[in-house]
């Protein structure tokens, strides 16, 4: 039960766990348990007991408010290293099916919508982190090369000098958020906790401007956070809308908008 | 001690409960928002009740605890359900958490060996002499008793105090060195008592 100053931990494994180390002490006994298999069994062990001190503390119900804050502040932090997981609920984006391409901008969702495979959904938890994130640059792993694209497509967007990001509330529940950049043309929107639809319905994007509605691509709800760049070009003073549709798209908007982003 | 309700963490978390945090935990990793939330809901006080066993402070704690779950949120992706429960990963987020704001604030300064022996007479009270009001947990209570005067002080005054092994050593006169020593062998202790890992 002593301690053998001949241990490979050496002394410092309590103390370690217990966060009692000086930063340099620290920086030393990290270097020891690198190194040593018998020193890293120690410190696990110990950890775990130091958490049965931890789980020994009487709870407190923290304030509502700080409840409220810490969500809030979830919305524009981004997320280191974000991984893939299944996303067994995600079914695959249709790649055939009841689409009526309307128009040369139709066409082109279509083909972009089409080709997209199901592990664009992956996208999602990248994306989610660069939209989020305030600016800052993402060490994303990013699995599926069209995830990526999207991915990194967002990025440019976020990255540009006149990003600008502006959320939402989306009216039949959850959130969307646009980032757009003027200089690009482009925008892209992340939506969150929006409900899936029905089948024969999907969502729609539009750019809307004092002369009509553009359309900009329709998507599902797969998975809790989404990011879906928005095909066409963003002109000065567009808004961008989102409403339901019928599968496969509408060439104007047929019901009344859901979320409603104004750029200018 | 007499006839109080063990309210050890398996019955107060329970099985489904610690799974499906770990659950939780790798959706947030994905960007889940509202896993994020449930998880919060689930965890947050056993988080912000130590975070103030350690702080004391009301308003220090609940912007540590912010701190703690923003961290969570951005590095939830690292939580590797292989090496241990969600609950003990974020635990020892939040234990370090808070031990880093005692060190940073004013209240370790006040705490500095040097100028403040009285504060530390007193902290060393409320910390070493309520082992009833300061661990819950009847079986950790009992494993805390099996250990050494000397080792149960440290390792509490560690724990619960936040206090550096200069600082316990300062508190309650011994070298460093034995501090260090008392640590190991004091949290070995409790390890074998509580059957942790075995």
Known sequence: MSS?????????????????????????????????????????????TAVELGLSVEPVAPPAALRARILDGVATTPQLEPVAVPVASAGPEPTSGPWRPAGPVEQRVHRRWASRPVSAVIAVAAAAALIFGGGIAVNAVIQGQQASATASQIGRIQAAADSRRATVAVSTGGTATLIWSASLKRSAIMVHGIDALPGGKTYELWYLDTSGATPAGTFDA??????????????????????????????????????????? | ??????????????????????????????????????????????????????????????????????????????????KGGAMAWMLTMTHRRAVDRVRASQASRDRDVRIGIRDHAAAFDSVVENVEVLIESERVKAAMMRLTELQRQAVQLAYFGGYSHRE???????????????????????????????
């Open chain 2, 1 to 82: 001690m007499l006839a109080l309700v063990p309210r050890d963490l398996e019955g107060v978390d329970g099985s489904a409960a610690l799974s499906s945090n770990e659950e939780l935990l790798q959706r947030v990793a994905t960007g889940d928002r509202s896993a994020f939330a449930e998880l919060y809901d689930g965890t947050a006080p056993r988080v912000f009740g130590l975070v103030k066993r350690l702080l004391r402070d009301h308003a220090q704690s609940e912007e540590v605890t912010q701190e703690i779950f923003l961290e969570i949120w951005q590095t939830a992706a690292r939580y590797d359900p292989n």
């Open chain 1, 4 to 48: 053998n100053p001949s241990d490979e931990a050496g002394p410092d494994s309590g103390a370690y766990v217990l966060h009692a180390l000086s930063d340099a002490e620290i920086a030393r006994f990290e270097a020891v348990l690198a190194g040593s298999e018998e020193a890293r069994s120690e410190v696990t062990g110990l950890a775990d």
């Open chain 2, 168 to 198: 316990v050593s300062a508190m309650l006169s011994v070298p460093i060195g034995t501090v260090k020593t008392r640590l190991r062998d004091g949290m070995i202790r409790l390890r074998d008592e509580l059957g942790v890992g075995s």
């Open chain 1, 222 to 264: 797969s998975g809790s956070t989404q990011g879906i760049v928005l095909t066409g070009d963003l002109k000065p003073g567009d808004t961008v809308g989102v409403t339901i549709e019928p599968t496969g798209g509408s060439a104007s908007p047929t019901t009344a908008p859901i979320a409603i982003v104004p750029t200018a």
